[in-house]
């Protein structure tokens, strides 16, 4: 299954979320209902209190309050949860992976999330260590913009670099694939199904019996609040059961897709038998392990007799996915067997891309929700120079790096655009601004490679400096009075991924359509965006405009703007996941069309990419 079917999928198990939430709804208020008729009649059998017969007005009223209860309880959930994966982090309690730690397995874990961030296209998530002896992690948020990656101690103890290295691609595969999104919905719907066994309880308390009335109804309280715990636990069940129906399946699909991660299936596989073989097991002590338990790696909570109501499949089941002939033993290496024969992944969309060779974008758009080979990756951070490297790895330095690729090759207006740094009086990132200048200017193509490392750093910022920090970004873009198509890639970049985080969350209208006034926009804007050689902006148009199949005009230079543009790819961000190819081709054939995508191109072209929630690796190769 490629990227965009995930995606679709991830889509319609949302839909299938929703009507199994409208199911267990209906199903609490008729319990409720049926209970309060049994509780009448328990307390009052002669009828002298109770007044008969639940008509229909009644039973409308009792739905309606069970309904809000439910509701109520999941749209607070859900507005809590809008925080992102950072919250869900802290409510285990993990604590965030700062870079510089001199603990080797820390910088480990970091590098190998950096690593596989930057060969899936994907921006750089924080890390999380969560402090439990068992063997699990997970990845939380709502887009790859807020996500972040929580890992147990137990796992960066108890796993060696190619095991954890699978569990970090299982956990991106999720990121990819729509799972972590669906994961964070979940958590926030199902929140509200448990709201009833929660006023049960209540009820039932030792407090509520003291302060009841002393008559003969005095124990109606206790009758109708453990009445309404079990239909709360039935509730709980309900829960349960939706979870398993969405998520089982899904953790298949990871496990696949990690192993083509990683071309290794031991890095996988490997990781199971551990947790198989482990005292401890992938079971977290922490009670708000049960809430997020469908989307850790493996089984976060001890299932006993209601395994068939388990969020995972049984590690047994998932090692022989990957190793058919394995013989059940977890202390057997996964390559002990003679008889076990890996399948190679399909490598195709791993390879450098060469335009000349393919100008249809067919191979970049196969590419998306897939990763380059680690090997290359390696080769990709190695070429960025020591300096800048490290500077992505603190706040004060990453936001210099930042600015650093902002500044103008013209030396008078660079000047200006220092001066404006050094009045901001944000002095310790001027400071670290001008250490860096020896490395101005910066090759294009590494300019959305550092902005991927700096995210983490960046996302510590405070309110306040992330303020002063977009405020700085525009000032520096403006001093010519221009914004170039790289100015905003830069800040579209920074934006898309970090205005979630501080606040300033996006939400896509949902489209049913691909919008041919958005459509117009972006492909004319990529046309006149850059020389093409002997191409006129028109046939670029038209290669686009064949690729899309749609019958759309070629808009003039002179009435594009860049706001015009930021409209439309947020617009376009909202379309269904299946017609994003289409798109993504349109882009790609208008950029390609000479033969040729230049490092600017490839710049614009996975910006792009990112903005529709498409993430699209670094091209290896590009002119």
Avoid at 41 to 53: F, Q
Avoid at 128 to 149: K, S
Avoid at 208 to 226: D, E, I, M, W
Avoid at 238 to 249: D, F, G, P, T, W
Wanted: net charge neutral.
């Amino acid at each position: 299954m490629n990227f965009f079917a995930s995606q679709d999928l991830a889509r319609r198990n949302t839909r299938l979320l929703i009507a199994l939430f409208a199911i267990a709804i209906a199903f609490l208020a008729l319990l409720t209902n049926l209970l309060l008729i049994a509780t009448a009649r328990l307390v009052d059998p002669l009828g002298i209190l109770y007044i008969p017969g639940l008509d229909y007005e009644v039973f409308a009223y009792v739905s309606l309050f069970v309904v809000a209860i439910i509701v109520t309880g999941s749209l607070i959930r859900l507005r809590s949860l809008r925080r992102g994966g950072a919250m869900v982090a802290a409510s285990l309690d993990g604590q965030l992976v700062v870079p510089g730690t001199d603990d080797p397995r820390i910088r480990l874990l970091l590098n190998i999330v950096e690593e596989m961030a930057i060969a899936s296209g994907l921006p750089v998530p924080p890390v999380y260590l969560i402090p439990e002896p068992g063997i699990n992690a997970f990845a939380a948020g709502y887009l790859p913009g807020d996500a972040v990656i929580g890992v147990t101690c137990g796992a960066i103890d108890g796993l060696d670099r190619d095991q954890l290295q699978g569990v970090v691609a299982h956990e991106f595969s999720h990121i990819l694939n729509g799972d972590m999104r669906l994961n964070m919905r979940l958590m926030g719907t199902l929140y509200g199904i448990q709201m009833l066994a929660l006023m049960g309880r209540t009820l039932a308390s030792p407090v509520g019996q003291k302060t009841a009335p002393r008559h003969t109804g005095s124990g109606s309280g206790s009758v109708l609040g453990l009445g309404m715990f079990a239909v709360g636990y039935l509730g709980y069940l309900c829960a349960r059961l939706i979870k398993a129906a969405v998520s089982r399946q899904r953790e298949f699909l990871a496990d696949a897709s990690a192993v083509a991660f990683t071309r290794n299936p031991a890095s996988v596989a490997g990781a199971l038998k551990r947790i198989g073989g482990s005292s401890t097991g992938s079971v977290l002590e922490n009670p708000r392990a049960e809430e997020l338990s469908h989307a850790f790696f493996s089984s976060a909570i001890k299932v006993g007799f209601t395994r068939f109501l388990s969020t995972h499949p049984p590690l047994e089941e998932r090692i022989r996915r990957i190793e058919p002939h394995w013989k059940g033993d977890y202390t057997l290496d996964l390559h002990a067997d003679a008889d076990y024969v890996p399948v190679s992944p399909n490598t195709a969309a791993f390879t450098s891309f060469s335009p000349a060779a393919d100008t249809t974008g067919d191979t970049l758009v196969n590419s998306v929700g897939q990763t380059l080979d680690i090997t290359a990756v390696h080769e990709l951070i190695q070429g960025i120079p020591p300096p800048l490297r490290d500077a992505t790895h603190e706040p004060y330095t990453a936001r210099s790096v930042v600015y650093l690729l902002l500044l103008n090759e013209d030396e008078a207006t660079r000047q200006q655009q220092l001066s404006q740094v050094e009045a901001s009086g944000d002095l310790g990132v001027y400071a670290a601004l001008q250490n860096c200048l020896d490395q101005f200017p910066v090759a294009t193509k590494q300019r959305l490679l550092l902005l991927e490392m700096a995210l983490p750093s960046l996302r510590q910022l405070s309110g306040e400096q992330y303020h002063l920090f977009r405020h700085n970004i525009d000032a520096l873009i403006s001093v010519d009075s221009r914004v170039s198509l790289p100015e905003w890639s830069l800040r579209k970049f920074i934006t898309h991924n970090l205005d979630p985080v501080f606040g300033r969350g996006r939400n896509p209208r949902n489209l049913t359509r691909l919008p041919r006034k958005h459509c117009a926009v972006l492909l004319s804007m990529l046309a006149h965006s850059e020389k093409q050689r002997a191409v006129t902006p028109e046939e670029a148009f038209n290669a686009g405009r064949y690729r899309l199949g749609m019958s759309i005009p070629l808009l003039a230079r002179s009435v594009l703007n860049l706001k015009k543009l930021d409209l439309a790819v947020d617009c376009l961000a909202g379309v269904p996941a299946l017609k994003k190819p289409r798109l993504l081709k349109a882009c790609i054939a208008v950029t390609a069309v000479d033969g040729i995508i230049s490092a600017r191109e490839q710049e614009l072209v996975r910006t792009i990419s990112y903005v529709l929630d498409c993430p699209m690796p670094p091209f290896v190769e590009v002119v």
